[in-house]
């Protein structure tokens, strides 16, 4: 696993987190779009927030509070 973070690392990878709220309209988009690609493929029983009441409100009050936490990467300063 070190080994592969480190080819990442070198490729101008590098890993992320944060508190904030501007990150999680970005985060429910993307959930969002593996949600379409995967009913498109005939995929199903897949949900977007899987834990009942969890949603955009309550993953706000989460991160406002610091209990919950976004991770993601970077490659030349772009979210992937």
């Known amino acids: 696993m070190l080994r592969i973070i480190k080819k990442a690392r070198k490729n101008g990878l590098s890993f992320h987190y944060c508190y904030s709220e501007n990150l999680l ?3 429910i988009k993307l959930a ?3 949600l379409s690609i995967r009913e498109k493929k005939g995929y199903g029983g897949y949900e ?3 834990i009942p009441f969890l949603n955009p409100t309550a993953l706000r009050k989460l ?3 610091k209990a919950g ?3 993601f990467t970077k490659q030349n ?3 992937l």
Do not use: D
């Open 69 to 71: 936490i976004i991770f």
């Open 63 to 65: 991160l406002i509070s």
């Open 25 to 27: 309209s970005q985060l």
């Open 77 to 79: 300063n772009e979210i």
């Open 32 to 34: 969002s779009e593996t």
């Open 48 to 50: 977007i927030f899987a």
